[in-house]
C-alpha cells in the first residue's frame, strides 16, 4: 500500500544551499508531477514527466531541475535555494489518459532560511 | 485556457448542515473532472471524478455532477461531520497526459 513516497518529509536550508527531493511511485505508473502548495495559491505544477525518458516545464520551473530517474523516481533538485522556494512540495503519479486520477504523496515542508 | 475556477474559503459550518463548494471550469475541449480533498498535514487524495457530461461522481456521502452548459462541477454534501474538515480540490484535465489544473482550493470547517 505505498502507493507514492516522498522523502525527506521536513528539511530546513540555508539561502544557496542544494537540495534533491525524492520521489518513488509503485503502482507502475507512466506519468508524475511535481507540485508546490502555498496559502492561497493552490497547487502549482512545477515540472512532469509524461513517460519514462522526458520531461517538461509546468506553471513555475525556475529555480529547479528534475531527473525521471527510472519509471518509478521522479526527483526534484533546487540548486540554489532561496527563501522563495519555502513551499510544501507534491509529487504525484497517474497510469496516464484523461480519466486517470492522480495519487499523492504525503509531502515535503522544505523552509528556506 | 484550462483553468479551474473555485469559491473562496473558509467555509464554517455546524454539523449536519448541507454544503455546497461551486466550481467552474472554462470550457476548452472535453476535460474530466475531480474533487480532491486534503486533510490536515496529508498529500491530496481523490474524492471523486467525472468524465464527461452529465456524469455524477460520488463517495463518502459527496456528490458532483458534471454540468457542460454552465460549465460547472459543483460539490454537494447533503450532511457535513466534523471529520470533513478539511481543505477541497477542484481540478481538471484535459487529455492524455497532461497534468490536472487545479483551483485554489476551499477550506472547510465543521463544528459540533
Known amino acids: 500500500n505505498a502507493g507514492v513516497t516522498q522523502t525527506p518529509k521536513f528539511q530546513v536550508l540555508k539561502t544557496g544551499q542544494s537540495m534533491t527531493l525524492q520521489c518513488a511511485q509503485d503502482?507502475?505508473?507512466?506519468?508524475m508531477y511535481w507540485y508546490r502548495q502555498d496559502p492561497g495559491m493552490g497547487l502549482r505544477l512545477i515540472y512532469y514527466s509524461a513517460s519514462e525518458g522526458t520531461t517538461d516545464k509546468g506553471e513555475v520551473p525556475n529555480g529547479y531541475n528534475v531527473s525521471r530517474l527510472n519509471k518509478r523516481e521522479f526527483s526534484l533538485r533546487l540548486e540554489s535555494a532561496a527563501p522563495s522556494q519555502t513551499s510544501v512540495y507534491f509529487c504525484?503519479?497517474?497510469?496516464?489518459?484523461?480519466?486517470?486520477?492522480?495519487?499523492f504523496g504525503d509531502g515535503t515542508r522544505l523552509s528556506i532560511l | 485556457g484550462n483553468s479551474v475556477t473555485q469559491m473562496e474559503g473558509p467555509v464554517t459550518l455546524s454539523e449536519e448542515a448541507f454544503l455546497t463548494i461551486n466550481c467552474t471550469y472554462t470550457?476548452?475541449?472535453?476535460?474530466?473532472l475531480f474533487w480532491y480533498v486534503q486533510y490536515p498535514g496529508e498529500g491530496l487524495q481523490l474524492l471523486l471524478k467525472a468524465t464527461k457530461a452529465d456524469d455524477k461522481g460520488s463517495n463518502k456521502g459527496f456528490e458532483a455532477t458534471y454540468r457542460k452548459e454552465t460549465t460547472s462541477f459543483h460539490l454537494e454534501k447533503g450532511s457535513v461531520q466534523v471529520s470533513d474538515s478539511a481543505v477541497y480540490f477542484c481540478?481538471?484535465?484535459?487529455?492524455?497526459?497532461?497534468?490536472?489544473?487545479f483551483g485554489k482550493g476551499t477550506r472547510l470547517s465543521v463544528i459540533a
Open positions: 503502482m507502475n505508473h507512466n506519468s
Open positions: 481540478a481538471r484535465t484535459f487529455s492524455g497526459n497532461t497534468p490536472l489544473v
Open positions: 504525484a503519479s497517474s497510469g496516464g489518459g484523461s480519466n486517470q486520477p492522480q495519487h
Open positions: 470550457a476548452t475541449g472535453y476535460p474530466s
